[in-house]
């Protein structure tokens, strides 16, 4: 049940303002008084009253002064006022009407004209009520709004930066927060593929830029197409050198064997590109590296430029392996190999002395999936 609605009566005549006390309260109205001028400007502010009765001939501040301060408020400008008077209406109404009045009423009070003057200003009081609390809302509203509007322009610019790294569909996931955010440091075990393509360097040293960029296009093209589709993770491309990363950031279950499809398609892709280039006098073959491991991930990089990276001895493994790497072998790590050996054919690549170790690593080289 709402509260009734609250009026002020302001008048130096008590007999005036007990008069309309207590036609108002018969009424249900909840009604506040004020002897003058003075007063009246606190009451308003001390009991925000939804209308005021404002007699006009007052000691002090006359009604018009009263209703000139009400409308120079922020706070009451809107709040109605009817001036109350006995002299000549036509006169008094300019004035009130300057002064900033709603409505008017002469002495003596004619009640049905009291009542209905009272109801209609309150309606309206009402409405402008509602209209303030919808703009209140609609400013709250706004408010959600534009932070939701930043905080999806921060999530646009965030995945036009995974769009680097990432699938669209794994991009969607962080953004949702279903998996971490790949710029946060953190340790993690990943499965590391690197791949190059052998005899690039002769072959950039002898053709037209123009060849080097058409062959790299092509090739960049086939990777990336089924390093998408295999939801692996680019953390760069170098020239003709590609390092792709599984387990992170979104986890993937047996990560190793996903890696070993990618590589297997791979091969089969520029297999055929191989062909195709070997028509134009360009002996080009592919070679892999695989290692698997714990490595540090997170951003790389500086204030204005930060890029995803793993830093970590899996890294460097994956890198030696796919240097040695012939054209058409994937060479794997033994680690890799105890994981995926009853899935995948193999053969043993020797024990290779690597960079960077200080002992003979043996590797394995994928044929096929069993």
């Known amino acids: 049940m709402s509260a ?18 207590d036609l108002l309260t018969v009424k249900g109205y909840a009604v506040v008084t004020a002897p003058n001028g003075e007063e009246a400007l606190a009451r308003v502010s001390s009991d925000n009253p939804d209308l005021v009765l404002l007699d006009v001939m007052m000691p002090g501040l006359s009604g018009y002064d009263v209703c000139r301060r009400i409308r120079e408020d922020a706070r009451t400008a809107l709040l109605p006022v009817v001036l109350v008077t006995s002299l000549d209406p036509q006169q008094e109404r300019v004035k009130g009407i300057e002064a900033g009045a709603d409505d008017f009423l002469n002495k003596p009070i004619n009640q049905p004209e009291l009542f209905a003057r009272v109801k209609s200003l309150l309606r309206v009081k009402s409405l402008q009520d509602k209209v303030v609390l919808q703009a209140e809302e609609l400013r709250v509203w706004n408010s959600k709004l534009e932070e939701r509007v930043r905080e999806q322009v921060s999530q646009l610019e965030r995945l036009s930066k995974l769009k680097r790294f990432v699938s669209p569909r794994v991009g969607e996931l962080i953004l949702a927060g279903e998996v971490d955010d790949p710029l946060k440091t953190r340790r993690r075990e990943i499965t590391v593929v690197f791949t190059d393509l052998r005899g690039f360097t002769a072959f950039t040293e002898t053709a037209e830029p ?21 939801d692996g993770t680019v953390e760069h491309f170098a020239g003709d050198g590609v390092m792709i990363l599984f387990n992170d950031p979104v986890p993937v279950a047996e990560h190793e064997m996903a890696a070993i499809r990618m590589t297997i398609e791979m091969r089969e892709a520029v297999g055929g590109l ?33 890029d995803y990276g793993a830093i970590g001895t899996v890294c460097n493994l994956a890198a030696r392996l796919c240097g040695e790497a012939r054209t058409g072998q994937i060479l794997i790590s033994q680690r890799v190999c105890g994981k995926i050996e009853k899935r995948v054919r193999v053969e043993p690549a020797g024990e290779l002395a690597l960079k960077g170790f200080h002992r003979a690593v043996p590797a394995y080289n994928v044929l096929a999936l069993l």
């Open 210 to 230: 123009e060849e080097v960029m058409g062959v790299l296009r092509d090739y960049h093209g086939a990777l990336g197409r089924i390093i998408m589709a295999h």
């Open 274 to 306: 191989a062909a195709e280039w070997k028509k134009r006098g360009h002996d080009l073959g592919f070679g892999v590296g695989v290692a698997n491991g714990y490595a540090t991930m997170g951003a790389i990089g500086f204030e204005s430029r930060r």
């Open 4 to 21: 009734p609605a609250k009026i002020l009566v302001v008048d130096d005549t008590p007999q005036n303002v007990k008069l309309l006390n």
